[in-house]
């Protein structure tokens, strides 16, 4: 099959998913972390992560000041299962990894022993950032 140099073309856009692929738009986070800017006070969210048995959540509540020191953090276990198990673990650790630091620097990879149930928690740090935003 001969292709003609146009539909040669689209052809390529279209393997290839157009265009404007290469195209990066900013987050909204990233002006935010410029900033540094927040409206103290309490904050809640809600955030999921994958695991082998599904969709877990846990709930979030942050107490920030006005520059993003994250002041106190209480986390509400939603798993279900094995999950739950984890959850906790995590509950008991976690006020320990993230109070007196700035919620712009946060970034939870594991809290004693539990490594998921961080993707739920950093999910729900977005959309705190995103409400406390200044």
């Known amino acids: ?18 265009a404007d692929d290469t195209a990066a738009e900013p987050t909204p986070s ?35 000041a006005a520059d993003g020191t994250v002041d106190a953090v209480r986390v509400d276990p939603r798993g279900t299962g094995g999950s739950l198990a984890f959850q906790a673990r995590f509950v008991g650790g976690i006020a320990n990894e993230v109070v007196g630091k700035r919620i712009d620097e946060l970034n939870v990879t594991k809290v004693s022993g539990s490594s998921l149930t961080s993707g739920g928690f950093n999910a729900a740090i977005e959309t705190i950032k995103n409400e406390a935003a200044a």
């Open 1 to 18: 099959m001969l292709l003609t140099p146009v539909a040669a073309g689209a052809f390529l856009l279209s393997a290839c998913g157009g």
């Open 30 to 64: 990233a002006t935010k972390e410029e900033s540094g800017v927040y409206t103290p006070g309490e904050y809640q969210a809600e955030g999921s992560y994958q695991t082998p048995a599904g969709t877990q959540k846990v709930g979030v509540t942050m107490s920030l």
